[in-house]
């Protein structure tokens, strides 16, 4: 699914439900220029985030959401 190269654009394409998920670190310009062209692992690093770690909560997040549909 995403992964650490994953534009963030592209996971709110596939997942706009993720949104909040980008909340609850501090990642709130979602819509800003960044946000087309940064990367999963280079918003995490701006935000002091763990991206291995938000990226496998993304993944599952998203998995969940899935599997309930």
């Known amino acids: 699914m995403f992964n650490r ?9 596939k997942a706009p439900q ?3 998920l980008f ?3 501090g990642m709130h310009c979602l ?9 999963l692992a280079q ?4 935000h ?4 291995d770690d938000f990226i496998a909560r993304l993944n599952a997040y998203v ?3 899935q599997t309930a549909e």
């Not at 918003?43 to 701006?46: E, F, I, M, S």
């Open 63 to 65: 998995a969940q959401l």
């Open 5 to 13: 190269d994953t534009i963030i654009s592209e996971v709110l394409q």
């Open 31 to 39: 819509g800003c220029a960044m946000a087309s062209g940064e990367t």
């Open 48 to 51: 002091g985030v763990d991206a």
């Open 23 to 25: 909340y609850s670190i």
């Open 43 to 46: 918003a995490c690093a701006v």
């Open 18 to 20: 993720s949104a909040p």
